[in-house]
């Protein structure tokens, strides 16, 4: 089955430790997203990827970086993970196109706890 | 700025309709979304519709928009036991971003 797939499902890392999570998809869609979910709030989208075109959310901390080395992949880099950090981060993905809905299709997500 | 409001609380019986009510501030919304979460998981899309359409039904989801009063909602009918989860509403922007409420998390009783 098409899908979008994270890992780990489940990650701990120490205060100021990078980290790096994963996204993968096969649904050859060309827009990958990663919001970025705290308990009992709505998610918020750090950055997505128009194929290779990166782009950058206002207010996401410089500490947030994220890699695309192709289509079916995209990263999540967290440089140096800080105790506000620990969240849920989900990774979607959609094909923009003229005539039918920008659809977003959500991957289970990663669930980060910092030390 | 973009806002998308919804109650955070919901408690129905099995058996009964569950109606989940979101607000939206952006007239050029050009689709909204309602994604189920369960515990521990990602988002499951649920429905979407056009901002052009005022209803939509599929299977025991029904979807309600009110453009003029940048209302929608989503009815679930014969609510059972494994509705339960936190449903969220999004609006689609131009550029394609998607605006989420807070979701609005539905306890269903036995």
């Known amino acids: 089955d098409a899908m979008v797939i994270q890992n780990p499902r489940y990650q701990v890392t120490q205060f100021g430790k990078p980290v790096t999570l994963s996204c993968s998809q096969t649904l050859n869609h060309n827009v990958m997203y990663w919001y970025q979910q705290k308990s009992s709030q709505a998610p918020k989208l750090l950055f997505h990827?128009?194929?290779?075109?990166?782009?950058n959310e206002a207010d996401t901390p410089d500490n947030f970086q994220s890699r695309r080395p192709n289509t079916s992949f995209c990263f999540l880099d967290i440089r140096s993970p800080g105790l506000g950090d620990a969240a849920m981060y989900l990774c979607a993905t959609s094909r923009p196109g003229e005539f039918y809905p920008d659809t977003q299709y959500f991957g289970p997500g990663t669930r980060l706890t910092v030390l | 700025g973009e806002d998308v409001e919804q109650s955070l609380f919901l408690s129905v019986r099995e058996g009964d309709s569950s109606v989940i009510n979101c607000t939206y501030t952006d007239s050029s919304s050009t689709y909204l979304y309602w994604y189920k979460q369960e515990p521990g998981a990602g988002l499951q899309l649920l429905t979407y519709i056009f901002s052009n359409m005022d209803m939509k039904q599929d299977q025991r989801l029904t979807v309600l928009l009110n453009k003029k009063d940048k209302h929608l909602s989503l009815r679930i009918a014969d609510t059972q036991t494994g509705d339960s989860a936190i449903y969220f509403c999004a609006e689609s922007m131009l550029e394609g971003n998607l605006i989420f409420g807070k979701g609005t998390k539905l306890s269903v009783k036995p």
């Open positions: 990827y128009y194929d290779k075109d990166f782009n």
